[in-house]
Each structure stands twice: as structure tokens, then as C-alpha cells.
């Protein structure tokens, strides 16, 4: 009678053993998500973000540093019921915002971009000050937690474009980076300094291995911290900035869009770089970064737009400088030159006829440089004026970029604009296959035409000058960490194609457009020589660029310096007079001549 | 001397074969689920130094089980029947509280737990009763006698409030079914256990009473030629089913404890309470399932290092050997014990009489229930009861105890022949 009662046995033994190998192929070797849970599940990464390097001015002085800060994180399982009028007093939030929060969690949750069971950023960016009135309340509401990072601080409102900003990573940076150094919710260097060097800055997240308990409360660290990583402070950067002058730079500058550059010219650091208008660097941390952010990038007077780097203008006449010496390495004249001032050819301004080349720079003759130009293109090396042209050209152009012009210099900020310095091969593009020659090109002797510079290059310029045929790419920072160096690049000198003893025509010139030219009044110093050269950018039909150039002093230059000064009228006034004003702060300390400044900060320049 | 060298040739040695591997393995996990680093696997102050002692004293035990004349089992069933009773009528009066249950008498600096020897203790007392000359399973009266001896533990380990274990005995009723009983009572059995989580799942009872009417119906019409005696047993059976139904609010509220309401729960929807009643299922499913195919490596398992499962040593040691063996450790495992089991049945049919051939079947049970509810209840299949993976859980009492009901086996298969030579 219990024939089979055996087999049935037998079988259901093999049958649930059957049923178990299902069941674990299923969960260990099908469902991934108890892998994941896992790491998730018995050990909290704690994230220990690095502090950001510090960025100090050329004295020690102190321009970044950091601040604490402090992101409320939730942890889901633990959140217990609370009282949330209660958590909207403490956090100072209304009833939507909160639901909003949670709607924005709950959704990352179902992204899987977030889980129960690891902290999540539920409000950030609570300064000290908040912080204060949370600590005391924080305990009434399980499952959430202070965490403390560190955010960018400004000691001055100065050089806010040169120094960047930070904040936190996109979505689109967090794909490029390939090498895994970044994670969700690390801050990253947006612009300036803070992109450029974000390497040396940025430092080195740490992470920390907090054990659970079986309640999910963290009872400690994992193993002792033996897993742990220190996070890597950053290296710090001394800058190049002379905070003092830049200070100054943007109060000279306050209410008016353009920029002052001001170099050493026998270490290209840059001791100043000034962008008008500016913005105040501390709107862009804290917890108002994203309307702030908002606020200065829809500004109409374009507050993010660096105009040292960026803004291109075409040279004006400062550009007869390079002309004047480019001629004389090309031997087409000789400082004694004098050549008719011709206005029926091109126009001109002041009281000359027939000036010297010294002379010529002095008074900005443009008649003269419209003919130094056509002696350089057309010196008669091809019988055909078109191939002669482009023969001259092409020299000229070789010449002109030995100066830095037409190429982005390499200073080590992003989004530098390079310029132009028309070749062949642009008038080829731009006159579309027809021929060109001289004539056609000729607006080019005097800065105007195709040319176009950014004020960086003109500073750059005025330091080759005051060097006497070199330069050193102009740089922000001149030390990294305890190195005491610049990038190597920022080490090496570039040799202009003029030989140094053709710049003495031009140091000389300069230094008469201070004292008897364009310059004289605003730009000229009782015990310094100054050089330097105006430039008047035309700009129809709005008022001209003030543009100037300048060193000083004259046989031991400590300071070059590009003033631009957008719709105010003639070098000679805006631009000189800041120019001057900075030579003097710089040299001096400060300015003996009031009636400048106060002219300056008027900001009457057109009358 | 004649006697050992018999009992070595005629022991069953792939039984042993397994043993020894399972008992060894078990060792090994047992150490990696208390791993520290500055002590070693024999460090007596760790749980794999103790259970080192628990295998030195059952090889002792195994010595002694095969050197004991075969006919004192039999012969004494009753009287070590009655004597584990007694103890565990003890316990609840003179029993050290470990763990927040009186389950343990102290011997020294090592508790016992009777009810891990009530086991085998009750196997040869069952055996001995449905072995003895006249008894007749269609016999009310013995049936009856036969559910009071496994009433009679039960009753005893509940007092100690060890569910688990007090469940194990149920598993008796597989042996009388294999030893003539009706079957009904299991399916009756199986059903209520069915409709019980249905209910609970199921919003609705009106939909279970109409699938038990129509299930009732369908056997009806099949037995329609059948004795009246045969439809009546039909719908007692459905009766009792829709009773079920009923009273599922009323049991699940009132008899059952609340943490065993919420392991129920668990099991029926796992997300609920993860950090609570489910945490143990939750971690012990984490921890297997982050094994992978491979598994981690020994003593590389992160979850078993961060001792994320409680008491992983002891009832969840599978998810030691999930985690660091993986899929194929599991595979390995669950084929031992399904090779043991099946071995266990092997010998128990090959037995020429009853006595013996139902004590087999009564080992066999045994190791089934337990492999089966300690698997089940780690990967989520079956509520949290704390009942011990046979050879591989940390304790002495369950190792000693198992060790003690297959070497009584394997004594009375060496001597099958023996039985023989006696009739």
C-alpha cells in the first residue's frame, strides 16, 4: 500500500533543492541590484571634500580663500515623521519648497541617481549663520544631517574675471571627464585662475567608510578608518596681481566698460587686469549662486565678459609703433626719414608738414605711415603690384607676429581671443579669389583696418618695447604650491624679429608723446619718464575707443601698461590719464595729481 | 578489536564522506563569519576555535555511537525518550536564559540545549512504537499515541518559546505518510498553509471561498463513484480550508507574537521594513546576492566581514558561503545536502526492518526540514525561524545532536544484516 510513497519523497527532496539553485542563480548571478546594494548597504561613503587652494596677490596679500558651508543631507530609510512646519521654520522654507524638495528626491530615487539609503543633498549651501539656528533643532528630525564642505571666499572685490569663478559640476562636465576625478556635487573651476589652474586647485577628495548598524545609524568608522583617504588640500597659487593696483585699476574704472593691463615687463607677470564692468566675485557662491548666476549673465553690460582677453578692437594708432619698427628692420627707412604729411591720400590731424619718423610717431601722422607701409609691401621684388603686395605682405605679417599679435598670446586664463593680423591668405579669402594690392589694404598702416588686437596684446606690446625686442607671455600666477615658479611656458622669452636697437626710435617717440605729443597733458609724471603712445579707435558712428599704451620708467621699466577705455574720445584723455594714474600708484604709491584722478572719475571724457 | 574492524567495513562511507566534508566546510565558514585577522582558526576565544572543540567531541561521540552494542538503541529508545522529556521539562525551571530564551542547561562553562537532542530522541522512540509487533497505522488509537509523542515535545520547546524548533517535529508526519498514513493530512496541512498567505495577500476572501467551492466541486465530481466516507472527508477538508479563511485575521492577531506577524508580512511583501522585521532577510539576500557567480573569496566577503547579517555564524551561515563561494558554492551545498538526504533514504530503504527503516526516514526528515527552512528563510522564501543549517552552524548542541541521529543510522545500517541473523 505505499509503493511510490518513497519516490513522491525523493522527489520533493531534489525538487526543493531544485527550487533553491533557481532562486540563488536568480539573486546572485541575475539581479545585479544586490550588488550594488550591497556596497550601498553596509558601509556609508562619506565624501571628505577637499579644501581648494588658496590664491594670494605678488605681497602675500590674501584674494580667495574659503568659507564653510554646509549642505543639509537626508537619508531616506531614517526619516521618521516630523513636524514640517516645524522643519520649514528651521530651515527657513515654505510648505511648497519643502514639497519640492521631495518631489526632486523622490524622482533622482526613481532615476536611480539617488537611494534610500545614502545621503542625499537636501538643502545647500546654508552659511554659518544658518547653521547656527539649525544645530539646535536638527535632532528633532531623523534622517537628516549637517555636512560640511568648504566654499570660495573673496577678500576683495577686485579682478573678479581674472580670478573665475567655481561652482558646482554639470552634467555635461561630469560626462567629459573621462578620468573619473569628479563626482556629482564637486565644485569645479568655471572661468579665470579658478579653471585655468583647477588641477593644482581643486585638491584631492577623500572619502571616509562609516559603518551602519542594523538600524541603518552609523556606528563608527569601517575597519578603524583603514579604508579612509585623507582628502588633499589644494595647492595654494600666489598671483601675479598686485591687489592694491588692481583695487585701484577698478576704482579708476568703476562706471565705465574697458580694461587696464598692467605687466612687468621683465617677467610678464601682470600686475593688474582690470575688466569694466566688473561684478562682485561673492554673488556667485553660497546659496544664491543660481540667481545670481542668472542675474550677471543676462546683465546687459555683459559683467562675465572678460575684455582684456576677450574684447577685440582694432588697434588704432598705437599700431604705428610696431609700423615704425618693423620699417626700420626692413631698412625701407631710416629714423631721419621724412616724408610729406599728404592728407589727400589719408587724413590727419595737429599742426605738421614734414616730419622725421620721431616726429611722425609723436604727432600720430597718418600720411606718413600709410607711406612707410607701401615702401614695406612694395619694394619692387616682383614686377606685377599684386604679387609685390603680397611678397610684403607676407613679411610684414611674419614681423607683426613676433609681436604676439594675431595668436592668442597663452596666458593662462580661458577664452583668449587672438586677434587678427591680415596675411595673404585673408585678403585671398576676403576679396574672394580677385586680386588685391597696396591700395586696396592700405588703412592697415594705421591700426585701422583689418587689424585687431585685445588689450592683453597691446599691454604685451608696450612690455616688448620696454624690453627692447622680447617678451615673456604674459601670466597671472607666479608661483604653484611651494614651487615658487610659473608654468614652465611662462619661463621662457619670446624674441620679437626686430633687432633691439631699432626699438631706441621707437622708446624715444614714445617718450615725446608723453612730453610734447598727443599724450602730454594727462599722461606726463614730474620725476618718472614715462612712454607711451595714445590711440583713438574709430568707432563710428558712436564716440571713438581711448586707447594708451605706456611704460615707465623709461631706462628701467618696471611697469607697461594697455588702458582701453570703450566710447570716451581720444587717447590722450581717458586712457592716458588711467594709464598714468596707474603708473604713478605703482611706482609711487599713489597719485600727487588729484586734479587726474578726479578728472577720471568723473567720467566726463567726451566734452 | 572484531568489532571496530566490522563496524569499518561495513559502515556506510560515502555517508561519512559527506559528513566529514560538510563538517569541515562548515568549520571554515564559521571562521569566516567571525573573522578577525589577529586570530587564528583554532583561537579558542572565537567561535571557530569553540566549534573546532564541538567536532573533536563528536568525533568522540561518533566513536562511542559505533562502539555502543546496536541493540541498545532500540532497546532504550523509550527510556532516552523519556529522559531528554524530563530534561526539557527542566529547562524552563532550572535553564540558563541565553539570548532571551531558557533553552539552555549548564554543563560547566558550555550550555546544552535539550531540544536538539529531543530530535534524535524522539526519531528512535517513533520507530521503536511503529516498529513494534501489532502496531497498524490505520490504527486511530495509534495514530493517536503517535501524534502525543511528537505532541509531547512540542508542547515542552514551546514553553521555551523556541518556535523554531518546536516547528521541526511537524516534519514527523512525512514519516508516518511514508509509513502508511492517509496523505490527507499533509495536503490538508500544505492547503491551510497555502490559503493562510493567500488570505493575507488576497484583499477579498469571497474570491478564496469561491475557489475553494469550486475546487471542492471539481474532486466531487471526480470521486462522484466513491464511498459516502470519502466525500465526507472531501469537504471536511474544504471545510476546514474555508475555516482558515475566517479565522486568519483571528490566528494572525492573536496567537502569533507580533514580531512573527511582521516576518510573515515580510515574506509576503519584502520591502516592508527593511531596517526592521525584514532587516534580516533584506541583508541575509544582500549578502548571497552580492556572491555573484564566483563569490568573493573566502574571508573576502565585505558584508560577512562587516557582520551586516546578526548571528550569521549561527542560522544565516549560508550566507557566508552565498557571498564568498557564490552561485557555484551554492550549487555545491545544495547538492551535499540533496545527496545526503537522498544517501539517508538509500540506507533507511535497505533496511530489513522497521525499526530501523523509519528512524532513516525519521534522519532523512529531519535534515530535509532543516535544510530546507534554513535555505528557504535566507533567500526570502520562508518567514525568519531560527532553526540551524545541520554541519555548517556554529553550536555544540546542534552539531552534536545531528551527529548523534546519522551515526545511530549508520551503526544500525552496518548491522542490517545482523537484524537478520537475529530473526
Known amino acids: ?43 556609508r561613503e562619506e565624501p571628505q571634500f577637499p579644501v581648494r587652494g588658496l590664491i594670494k596677490d605678488r605681497n602675500g596679500k590674501l584674494i580667495v580663500y574659503n568659507n564653510p558651508e554646509y549642505d543639509l543631507m537626508i537619508i531616506l530609510r531614517e526619516v521618521e515623521r516630523f513636524d514640517s512646519t516645524q522643519f520649514c521654520n528651521v530651515f527657513e522654507i515654505d510648505s511648497l519648497q519643502l514639497r519640492g524638495f521631495f518631489k526632486a528626491f523622490l524622482a533622482e530615487i526613481k532615476n536611480k541617481k539617488a537611494n534610500e539609503l545614502q545621503p542625499y543633498p537636501f538643502i545647500q549651501k546654508l552659511s554659518n549663520y544658518d547653521l547656527a539656528k539649525i544645530q539646535d533643532n536638527i535632532d528633532e528630525f531623523p534622517g537628516f544631517f549637517i555636512q560640511a564642505r568648504s566654499t570660495r571666499a573673496y577678500a576683495s572685490k577686485a579682478a573678479a574675471n581674472a580670478l573665475g569663478y567655481v561652482s558646482e559640476i554639470s552634467k555635461g562636465q561630469l560626462e567629459k571627464d573621462k578620468s ?53 588640500p589644494g595647492q595654494d597659487l600666489i598671483s601675479t596681481i598686485d591687489l592694491d593696483l588692481q583695487e585701484y585699476g577698478e576704482f579708476l574704472l568703476n562706471g565705465k566698460a574697458g580694461s587696464i593691463i598692467a605687466i612687468e615687463p621683465a617677467t610678464g607677470e601682470i600686475l593688474a587686469m582690470v575688466s569694466g564692468p566688473s561684478y562682485d566675485p561673492t554673488l556667485l557662491t553660497g546659496k544664491h549662486y543660481s540667481s545670481n548666476f542668472v542675474l550677471i ?45 599728404d592728407r589727400s591720400l589719408i587724413d590727419c590731424h595737429g599742426p605738421h608738414t614734414n616730419e622725421d619718423l620721431r616726429g611722425a610717431i609723436t604727432n600720430s601722422c597718418n600720411p606718413y605711415f600709410r607711406d612707410v607701409l607701401r615702401r614695406m609691401l612694395n619694394k619692387g621684388k616682383s614686377d606685377s603690384p599684386f604679387d609685390d603686395t603680397r611678397i610684403g605682405l607676407e613679411e610684414w605679417t611674419g614681423h607683426m607676429r613676433s609681436f604676439g599679435f594675431g595668436k592668442a598670446l597663452g596666458i593662462d586664463l580661458p577664452n583668449e581671443k587672438g586677434g587678427l593680423v591680415p596675411s595673404p591668405a585673408y585678403y585671398d579669402r576676403a576679396y574672394g579669389g580677385r586680386p588685391w594690392k597696396f591700395s586696396n589694404i592700405y588703412s592697415i598702416a594705421i591700426g585701422e583696418g583689418e587689424n585687431l588686437v585685445v588689450p592683453l596684446q597691446m599691454a604685451n606690446f608696450a612690455a616688448t618695447v620696454a624690453n627692447k625686442g622680447f617678451y615673456y607671455t604674459p601670466h597671472l600666477v607666479k608661483s604653484i604650491g611651494n614651487s615658487g615658479k610659473p608654468l614652465p611656458v611662462y619661463m621662457e622669452r619670446h624674441y620679437t624679429t626686430i633687432d633691439s636697437v631699432n626699438f631706441r626710435v621707437a622708446r624715444d617717440a614714445m617718450q615725446r608723446v608723453v612730453e610734447e605729443g598727443t599724450g602730454q597733458y594727462r599722461a606726463k609724471l614730474k620725476d618718472i619718464i614715462v612712454c607711451g603712445k595714445t590711440g583713438t579707435v574709430q568707432n563710428e558712428p558712436r564716440p571713438d575707443h581711448s586707447v594708451f599704451i605706456a611704460f615707465a620708467p623709461k631706462n628701467n621699466p618696471q611697469i607697461a601698461v594697455s588702458v582701453y577705455v570703450e566710447f570716451s574720445g581720444q587717447g590722450g584723455r581717458a586712457a592716458a590719464s588711467i594709464a598714468s594714474l596707474m603708473i604713478e600708484k605703482y611706482l609711487l604709491g599713489g597719485t600727487q595729481r588729484k586734479n587726474i584722478e578726479d578728472y577720471v572719475l568723473r567720467g566726463k571724457f567726451l566734452d | 578489536m572484531r568489532r571496530i574492524e566490522i563496524i569499518s567495513h561495513k559502515v556506510d562511507w560515502v555517508t561519512v564522506l559527506i559528513y566529514g566534508i560538510m563538517v569541515l566546510w562548515g568549520w571554515l565558514n564559521i571562521y569566516s563569519a567571525s573573522y578577525d585577522e589577529n586570530q587564528s582558526i583554532i583561537d579558542l576565544s572565537i567561535n571557530s576555535g569553540k566549534q573546532m572543540m564541538f567536532i573533536i567531541i563528536s568525533f568522540i561521540l561518533i566513536m562511542a555511537i559505533l562502539i555502543i552494542d546496536m541493540r541498545f538503541y532500540e532497546t532504550f529508545a523509550y527510556v532516552i525518550y523519556g529522559a531528554i522529556l524530563f530534561l526539557l521539562l527542566l529547562v524552563p525551571f532550572i535553564g540558563k536564559e541565553v539570548g532571551g530564551n531558557r533553552a539552555w542547561l549548564g554543563v560547566g562553562s558550555f550550555g546544552v540545549q535539550p531540544s536538539e537532542f529531543a530530535k534524535f530522541a524522539t526519531a528512535l522512540a517513533l520507530a521503536k512504537y511503529i516498529g513494534s509487533v501489532g502496531f497498524r497505522m490505520d490504527n486511530l488509537r495509534n495514530q493517536a499515541i503517535l501524534f502525543a509523542m511528537i505532541g509531547a515535545p512540542i508542547l515542552l520547546i514551546l514553553m521555551q518559546k523556541d518556535y523554531g524548533t518546536a516547528m521541526v517535529f511537524i516534519v514527523f508526519i512525512v ?157 555545491f551545498i545544495v547538492s551535499l545536502f540533496v545527496t545526503l538526504l537522498l544517501r539517508v533514504i538509500f540506507l533507511a530503504e535497505r533496511q530489513k526492518n522497521k525499526f530501523a527503516r523509519v528512524y532513516g526516514y525519521s534522519v532523512a526528515c529531519i535534515f530535509f526540514f532543516h535544510f530546507a527552512t534554513n535555505i528557504a528563510m535566507t533567500i526570502g522564501l520562508f518567514p525568519v525561524i531560527g532553526i540551524p543549517l545541520p554541519f555548517f552552524s556554529y553550536g555544540g548542541s546542534s552539531l552534536l545532536g545531528f551527529t548523534v541521529l546519522l551515526f545511530i543510522l549508520l551503526k544500525l545500517d552496518a548491522h542490517r544484516m545482523h537484524v537478520l541473523q537475529r530473526i
Open chain 1, 1 to 43: 500500500m505505499n509503493e511510490g510513497r518513497k519516490e513522491i519523497i525523493q522527489i520533493v527532496f531534489v525538487l526543493i533543492g531544485v527550487i533553491f539553485l533557481g532562486k540563488l542563480f536568480f539573486i546572485q548571478v541575475l539581479e545585479d541590484s544586490y550588488k550594488n546594494l550591497a556596497a550601498v548597504n553596509a558601509i
Open chain 1, 180 to 232: 573619473g576625478t569628479y563626482r556629482q556635487r564637486d565644485y569645479i573651476g568655471q572661468s579665470g585662475i579658478e579653471s585655468y589652474y583647477e588641477e593644482y586647485l581643486r585638491g584631492k577628495r577623500g572619502v571616509k567608510y562609516l559603518m551602519r548598524n542594523k538600524d541603518g545609524v552609523v556606528k563608527g568608522s569601517y575597519e578603524d578608518g583603514r579604508y579612509d583617504v585623507q582628502s588633499l
Open chain 1, 297 to 341: 549673465s543676462n546683465d546687459t553690460l555683459k559683467p562675465l565678459f572678460n575684455r582684456p582677453l576677450m574684447a577685440q578692437y582694432r588697434p588704432g594708432s598705437i599700431f604705428k609703433i610696431a609700423q615704425a619698427m618693423v620699417a626700420l628692420q626692413e631698412g625701407v627707412i631710416k629714423p631721419e626719414t621724412r616724408i610729406r604729411c
Open chain 2, 175 to 331: 514519516v508516518f505518510y511514508r509509513e502508511g498514513m492517509s496523505p490527507f493530512l499533509i495536503l490538508v496541512g500544505l492547503g491551510v498553509a497555502i490559503i493562510f498567505i493567500l488570505t493575507l495577500l488576497v484583499e477579498n476572501n469571497w474570491f478564496l471561498y469561491g475557489i475553494i467551492a469550486g475546487a471542492w466541486a471539481i474532486v466531487i465530481f471526480f470521486n462522484r463513484r466513491k464511498k459516502f466516507k470519502r466525500w465526507a472527508i472531501i469537504t471536511l477538508g474544504a471545510l476546514v480550508l474555508a475555516g482558515t479563511i475566517t479565522s486568519v485575521e483571528f490566528i494572525f492577531n492573536n496567537l502569533l507574537e507580533p514580531h512573527h506577524q511582521k516576518r510573515v508580512m515580510v515574506l509576503i511583501n519584502p520591502e516592508l521594513d527593511q531596517l526592521g522585521a525584514g532587516y534580516h532577510v533584506y541583508q541575509s539576500k544582500v549578502a548571497i546576492g552580492s556572491g555573484g557567480f564566483l563569490g568573493k573569496g573566502f574571508l573576502d566577503g565585505e558584508q560577512t566581514k562587516l557582520k551586516f547579517v546578526p548571528e550569521q555564524y549561527t542560522d544565516f551561515i549560508f550566507c557566508t558561503i552565498g557571498e564568498e563561494q557564490g552561485w557555484i558554492g551554492s550549487l
